[in-house]
């Protein structure tokens, strides 16, 4: 069964930084990407940056230039995202996110972990 468990979150200052990390495990075959996605209250799941087997990134535009996407010395196994200059609009739960399997692909995702950006 695979699962993937977040965690770094919690409240910070706008300007501050905050490391979120996910732990991966479980029996999978192939993973093809590793990302991050956010839900603020009343709206929907966004993309926020994902991370392709290959190392190649994308972010989404409110977070180009501040956020960086990562994965950890085994690379199947863990992905951080590196969060700096935060901004009260990057209040959301946060959630991690694989695109894996074997003959057939699927999303896989973490319960989420709350990042709160506050004065």
């Known amino acids: 069964q695979v699962q993937l468990v977040e965690s770094g979150g919690g409240l910070v200052q706008p300007g501050g930084s905050l490391r979120l990390s996910c732990a991966v495990s479980?029996?999978?075959?192939?993973?093809?990407?590793m990302g991050w996605y956010r839900q603020a209250p009343g709206k929907q799941r966004e993309l926020v940056a994902t991370?392709?087997?290959?190392?190649?990134?994308?972010y989404a535009d409110p977070v180009k230039g501040r956020f960086t996407i990562s994965r950890g010395s085994a690379k199947n196994t863990t992905v951080i995202l590196q969060m700096n200059s935060l901004k009260p609009e990057d209040t959301a739960v946060y959630l991690c996110?694989?695109?894996?399997?074997?003959?057939?692909?699927?999303?896989?995702w973490g319960q989420g972990t709350q990042v709160t950006v506050a004065s």
């Open positions: 996110n694989i695109y894996a399997g074997w003959r057939t692909m699927r999303d896989y």
């Open positions: 479980g029996t999978i075959f192939m993973i093809q990407t």
């Open positions: 991370i392709t087997g290959g190392g190649s990134t994308n």
